[in-house]
């Protein structure tokens, strides 16, 4: 077993408490996939050049690739290839992950047309939950199902958290459909935002989201949820914060919403226990 040295870097993290529930080794292979995932987000949202960002997110693909080649000259490839092998870890969706970056990377992502933005989803989250349920235990198509519609949910809540730093780093990750249909048309960000009609596409992908946890919830029902404990804790976390995003309402980004420690240990209290 390897152990995971950076475990009190993320209590921060609305993953952590998820993580946090499971048993010492599912624990350690789900940091050193949240590391990876970390590792690869930061390539997108540091202040180097587009070209510089490209090189390094090469050369993470890279890693990747030699992984599974087994050329482990260095502790991240080691570390990562032990809970691989031990979990038969699929290739495609690490990749999967790096090409989601790489839409940020490309500017993709500012007033997306709807079926990139859910291919987006897929890739940064959707991609993410499939590699969970390996370690978690889980094979059948329900939890499958599961997973990807949790993934949509978690995103698309995020990208409502975070409307205002993603401004900051030029992007809005809105569809143009969900725009278009608020009397939205494509503009600079910062005008979007003030538009008066911008909190009605917000409320709008809020029901896309809030969709997403009903039929993430329906298929939760035929998985395997006895060893689902810590995706169902994200999910109660996740629906939390969506309510009380909506509660705030979407006339004002300034202030960013989170949980409080309260809410979080509830939440995490209430996952032990059932």
Request: glycine share 4%; aromatic share 12%; with cysteine.
């Amino acid at each position: 077993m390897l152990k995971n040295k950076n475990i009190i870097k993320y209590p921060k993290s609305s993953f952590y408490w998820g993580i946090r529930i499971l048993n010492k080794e599912k624990r350690d292979a789900m940091f050193s996939i949240y590391d990876f995932c970390k590792k690869a987000d930061s390539i997108a949202d540091n202040n180097n050049s587009e070209k510089e960002k490209k090189r390094k997110i090469k050369k993470l693909k890279k890693e990747i690739n030699e992984i599974y080649r087994d050329n482990l000259n260095n502790a991240f490839r080691r570390n990562l290839k032990y809970y691989i092998e031990k979990y038969k870890l699929d290739k495609k969706y690490f990749l999967d992950i790096i090409s989601g970056v790489e839409m940020d990377i490309n500017n993709i992502m500012i007033c997306p047309k709807n079926n990139i933005f859910k291919l987006y989803c897929y890739r940064v989250a959707g991609a993410v939950g499939m590699i969970s349920l390996k370690i978690f235990g889980c094979y059948n198509f329900n939890s499958k199902n599961f997973g990807l519609r949790l993934a949509d949910a978690l995103q698309t809540t995020n990208i409502l958290r975070d409307i205002k730093q993603d401004e900051k780093m030029g992007r809005l990750y809105i569809p143009i459909e969900i725009l278009n249909s608020s009397g939205i048309k494509k503009n600079k960000i910062t005008h979007i935002l003030n538009d008066k009609k911008f909190p009605e596409a917000c409320e709008k992908l809020s029901e896309y989201a809030d969709k997403n946890f009903e039929l993430a919830n329906k298929y939760l029902k035929l998985s395997e949820k006895k060893n689902l404990k810590s995706a169902i804790l994200m999910m109660n976390t996740y629906k939390l914060l969506l309510k009380k995003l909506k509660k705030k309402g979407w006339d004002s980004f300034e202030e960013r919403v989170n949980l409080t420690k309260i809410e979080k240990f509830y939440l995490f209290i209430k996952g032990i226990i059932f």
